[in-house]
């Protein structure tokens, strides 16, 4: 997104209808109004994998598992060049970033599969593509032993983040958090695994860049009991910048060890799946508030809202083969 949309915009969330449907609504929040909006495509076993810049990519999720790039706003769509790999993953972790100064377009992919069967080892892998190569390069191949890659990460200032999970079945400690990062230099290729421990336990983990800050919104507890929200930035330790005050948390009722958070620039969206309410944070002015009430309603118990963060733009187009 270019500077002067920043302040035009700010930061949309899409919030389906429905699941596997195109249409739902947009939250501009400027305006605070809720938009009627329609996905620019309809691909059932498609969904929003990555964000960034003004450009949404949505992954299909079949066995090619085949990437696209949106702008939402243009109504412009790009396959993605063919699948790097056929064989199938269980984990797949992708994030989009735009170059300030080059514009190219890069899409890093990070997957991890069973080895065998030995649950502690797992294959793990990052594929890099960008808009200047056309083409899919493999920068990581190796096996991990006691740990996952997730299906989350960011990349923020020419780092790959990803989360990696442990594949202990019983942690060490009560306290013990089973999460870590794993970091990957874009441009050096050079993978590393974090030693820097979680805040706390955690669940529910999403990784943000704001502004070039890597930011982590998390629920704090384990045995599947969310007991509050918090959000961190990662400076030479995770720094604890806000936690949701216990008036928002009990706002959105029953909530379990599931739900959404995504954001850019200085604004962070969360919500619980089983509700259409959502919460805005503010960074730089440290404010929570809730958005406009959601037009939607719950129509059944199972009725789930999904939805993600996008920045609108008007001068950003994916690039195409």
Known sequence: MVSDERGLYGPWY????????????????????????VLPFTLPTAGPVAAFGGLVCFAENSDDYMLYLCNLMTRKLAKLPGPYEQCRSDYYAVSLNIDRVSKVQSIVVARSSRSSNDYSEWSFSVDTCSSHSQTWKNVVNTVLYGWRGGETSVICNGIFYCVRHSTAMVGNRHDECRLGLFYFDLQMEKLEIGTLPMPCPLTCVKLINCNGHLIMVGGIGKADVVRGIGIWELQAEWKE?????????????????????????????????????????????????????????????????????????????????
């Open 241 to 321: 910048i806000s936690r949701m005050p216990h008036k928002f948390f009990r706002g959105f009722g029953e909530l379990d060890d599931v739900f959404s958070s995504s954001g850019a620039d200085d604004l962070i969206y969360i919500h619980a799946y089983g509700s259409p309410q959502l919460l805005l944070f503010n960074i730089k002015q440290q404010s929570w508030r809730w958005s406009q009430k959601c037009p939607m309603v719950k129509k059944h118990p199972l009725h789930l809202f999904t939805g993600f963060c996008f920045q609108p733009s008007l001068h950003v187009a994916p690039w195409s083969n």
């Open 14 to 37: 899409f919030m389906y209808k429905e699941s596997q449907n195109s249409e739902g609504l947009a939250y501009d929040p400027l305006a605070r109004k809720w938009h009627n909006f």
